[in-house]
């Protein structure tokens, strides 16, 4: 049987526990960047379903360099953390420009590319969600 002393040190601990959350929760902020419902070209998201893999990845694209024809068979998030970068869906010529602080929902299984078209290099933090051991860029053979 547990003993008076064993029950008030174990709500001792929880009341003290308890505390520890609500305080540390007090010291966190969080700021939204971003909530959609659908990619850059207006298509619902669309996730894998199974042998689900997520990739995040950092990328460093120069001033002036454009990214070649591709397309994503999966979700595609990205937040611009420098930079200007310029995105195209090449079957409709439709572009929208990204800046820093922007969040991107990638097109799925649509042809684009991207350029810098700013004087700083862009950096994006890139995160993929995708099916079993592959990637989620497929380039476009002219």
Same mark, same amino acid.
């Given at each position: 049987?547990?003993? =008076?002393?064993?029950?008030?040190?174990? *709500?001792? *601990?929880?009341?003290?526990?308890?505390?520890?959350?609500?305080?540390?929760?007090?010291? @966190?902020?969080?700021?939204?960047?971003?909530?959609?419902?659908?990619?850059?070209?207006?298509?619902?998201?669309?996730?894998?379903?199974?042998?689900?893999? @997520?990739?995040?990845? %950092?990328?460093?694209?120069?001033?002036?360099?454009?990214?070649?024809? #591709?397309? #994503?068979? =999966?979700?595609?998030?990205? @937040?611009?953390?420098?930079? /200007?970068?310029?995105? /195209?869906? %090449?079957?409709?010529?439709?572009? %929208?420009?990204?800046? %820093?602080?922007?969040?991107?929902?990638?097109?799925?299984?649509?042809? #684009?590319?991207?350029?810098?078209?700013?004087?700083? *290099?862009?950096?994006?933090?890139?995160?993929?969600?995708?099916?079993?051991?592959?990637?989620? /860029?497929?380039? #476009?053979?002219?």
């Amino acid at each position: 049987m547990i003993g =008076f002393k064993t029950c008030l040190a174990s *709500a001792a *601990a929880a009341c003290l526990l308890a505390s520890s959350s609500v305080l540390a929760l007090e010291a @966190v902020t969080v700021k939204p960047l971003a909530e959609k419902t659908e990619t850059a070209s207006g298509q619902p998201i669309g996730l894998p379903r199974k042998d689900v893999r @997520v990739l995040v990845s %950092t990328y460093d694209i120069a001033p002036g360099a454009r990214l070649p024809v #591709h397309k #994503h068979p =999966f979700a595609r998030y990205a @937040v611009v953390q420098g930079g /200007t970068l310029e995105v /195209t869906n %090449t079957a409709t010529g439709a572009s %929208t420009t990204y800046r %820093t602080g922007d969040v991107v929902i990638e097109m799925i299984d649509q042809w #684009h590319h991207a350029r810098n078209i700013g004087e700083d *290099a862009v950096k994006l933090l890139v995160i993929d969600q995708i099916e079993g051991a592959g990637g989620n /860029t497929v380039l #476009h053979r002219d």
